[in-house]
């Protein structure tokens, strides 16, 4: 049976191009790029090149990006660096209920290191209201961290006019831009971003690298300390061949970025029409028209989330659930929560998250599919059976009854 991979959300194929360029990196240039000797001096220059072509992805200067492990360290970095670099200025740290866990459980350490964290409520379409965040302001506030687009339902966030608020202001301004970078258009500079975490693995790169960009003057602490790589922001040996492949990543994401978001939004479009025409009793996810290309994320009443995953999988379609109950948790999405879905709305939720690769037969390959798994998985729900809906029904799955 043919697969179709429908969780560009979740991480995407490496580029064949990316990965040749990477094995030659391990195999014959293998230097340490701290090295003074030739082969190390190779190595460098090539580092050099790649952290140029991920500055030009997103409008920065090459010497404000910082190679980390991945956007979970770079969202680490850029949260604790700014807060312990900046406690004398204040202890406030302005993010959303929605942002990821990378950025929400790094804020609940920092609350126990003394820090105060306002979480920014959004509306039901995920997006923050710039009141909130202009009334949150206090002459304590640090940084405000908003997700430039969000994981799960795809929603945009007004990103530049956050940018002004806080250029205004004189605080500093973080967006955890996993989603985005390398999907859709950014520039740091135009939208006052001080500091942007991305991610390779979202893009087509490597796992297990990615960046932070702090614009120049940024103040920083560093969240470790060794050799003095990365300009002591992140030291240790730098994973040269994740580094490499980033670049690669990014200047092929710059190169076809036009096109790709044509392709993708293309089929994105076909496949909500198609959803909206041909299953009943359904709720859009995300907000209708600010939203990433590829993200399509519907709930269908009386449906469970991870049932239609199983059945959507064994029909060789992977996709994805605001449902965590596959990751082990049984509790619905905080996403989905915080924009105010019941609980069983939220556990029947699908993401599908499209790709380079996908193409308008796999769309039509879906929608002849997912019609039929839904009708089915209705007519054996018991929830189906009950004429009301109740809104807080106790749906049987969720710890939190
Ligand atoms: C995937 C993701 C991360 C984590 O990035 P890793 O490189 O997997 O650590 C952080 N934030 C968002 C919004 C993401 O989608």
Do not use: W
């Not at 994973?239 to 710059?254: F, Q, S, Y």
């Amino acid at each position: 049976m043919k697969r179709i991979y429908f969780d560009h959300s979740a991480t995407t194929a490496v580029d064949a191009d990316v990965a040749k360029l990477m094995l030659e990196y391990m195999t014959e240039k293998f230097g340490n790029p701290s090295s003074i000797h030739s082969f190390g001096r190779e190595v460098r220059k090539a580092v050099d090149e790649a952290r140029g072509h991920v500055a030009d992805l997103i409008g920065a200067n090459a010497n404000e990006i910082f190679f980390t492990s991945g956007g979970t360290e770079a969202d680490n970095i850029a949260l604790k660096g700014v807060a312990f670099a900046n406690r004398k200025k204040g202890n406030h740290i302005i993010t959303t209920a929605i942002e990821h866990h990378a950025i929400l459980h790094t804020c609940e350490y920092l609350e126990k290191q003394g820090f105060s964290i306002t979480y920014l409520p959004v509306d039901e379409n995920a997006r923050v209201r710039i009141e909130d965040v202009r009334n949150a302001i206090t002459d304590k506030t640090i940084l405000i961290s908003v997700m430039f687009a969000n994981n799960e339902v795809g929603t945009l966030q007004p990103i530049k006019e956050i940018g002004e608020i806080a250029k205004e202001k004189g605080i500093y301004f973080h967006t955890d831009a996993v989603q985005a970078v390398g999907s859709y258009p950014i520039n740091v500079k135009e939208l006052n971003i001080d500091l942007l975490t991305l991610s390779g693995h979202k893009f087509h790169g490597p796992k297990g690298i990615g960046a932070l960009y702090a614009r120049r003057g940024v103040r920083l602490e560093a969240q470790q300390q060794g050799g003095g790589q990365e300009r002591s922001i992140r030291p240790g040996t730098e994973n040269v061949p994740g580094i490499i492949g980033l670049g690669k990543a990014a200047e092929i994401a710059k190169r076809d970025l036009e096109k790709k978001i044509a392709h993708i939004s293309a089929l994105r479009d076909k496949l909500m029409a198609g959803i909206q025409a041909k299953i009943p009793d359904i709720k859009l996810n995300g907000h209708p028209t600010l939203r990433m290309p590829g993200n399509v994320n519907f709930s269908f009443r009386f449906v469970e989330g991870e049932s239609l995953l199983l059945n959507l999988d064994l029909k060789g379609i992977a996709a994805s659930s605001g449902s965590a109950c596959t990751s082990g948790s049984l509790d619905p999405s905080h996403v989905l929560l915080a924009m105010g879905l019941t609980h069983e709305v939220a556990h029947g939720s699908l993401r599908i998250s499209l790709g380079r690769g996908n193409t308008e037969e796999e769309i039509d390959y879906c929608l002849t599919v997912l019609p039929e798994i839904i009708e089915r998985l209705r007519s054996m729900s018991p929830l189906s059976n009950s004429s009301t809906m109740a809104e807080n029904n106790p749906c049987s799955h969720c710890h939190k009854h």
